[in-house]
């Protein structure tokens, strides 16, 4: 998540935890804005205020920077204004920020037991998901190892072709 984003719900959580805190800060007092700087004082250090945008920092952290530490919005601003100057803020190197890029899947169903939806399920339980995945993001590939109307029934089949396979989840269709 981009940093200016967890700036804005860190901001909306404090207001919300102060039921009586105007969400315009042009509307708070002195008051107010030690009320919201507390509320959040444990938060507000986690932030990597310096890998934000000068016009984030403007749009979003500007309102709201009597809330910071004079030091901190000084050496923010600073930084914008002007980078070759030093500052004496601590300066938290980036969050990684991922962005997976899942493989090309063929769009042949690869089961007949077994369709997309209830392969995008089965990932959820494997990840420990409470909501299931949807079928255009599931982060594995299903690879089909036995067929028992192509490779047969038998334990030999399932042996030859399953031992020794990480990451194998079995399904299996019972007829009753």
């Not at 986690?46 to 749009?59: A, K, M, T, V």
């Not at 601003?77 to 070759?84: G, I, Q, S, Y």
């Not at 004496?88 to 997309?116: A, D, G, Y």
Request: overall charge positive; charged content about 25%; aromatic content about 10%.
């Amino acid at each position: 998540m981009e940093e200016v984003k967890i700036w804005n719900y860190v901001i909306k959580w404090g207001i919300a935890q102060n039921p009586g805190l105007s969400s315009d800060p042009e509307e708070w007092s002195n008051e107010s804005i030690l009320t919201l700087k507390t509320t959040l004082k444990n938060c507000l250090p986690l932030i990597r205020y310096f890998q934000i945008s000068g016009d984030d920092l403007y749009e979003y952290i500007q309102p709201y920077h009597p809330i910071l530490e004079k030091n901190l919005w000084k050496d923010l601003v600073k930084k914008h204004l002007a980078p070759n100057r030093p500052i004496s803020s601590v300066i938290f190197p980036p969050r990684m920020i991922l962005k997976t890029k899942l493989p090309h899947r063929s769009t042949e169903p690869f089961s007949n037991v077994i369709n997309e939806a209830h392969a995008a399920e089965i990932v959820s339980w494997i990840d420990r998901n409470a909501d299931t995945y949807s079928i255009s993001n599931i982060p594995y590939e299903f690879k089909l190892l036995l067929r028992g109307s192509r490779d047969g029934f038998n334990p030999e089949s399932f042996w030859n072709l399953c031992d020794k396979q990480k990451n194998l989840v079995i399904v299996i269709k019972v007829r009753h």
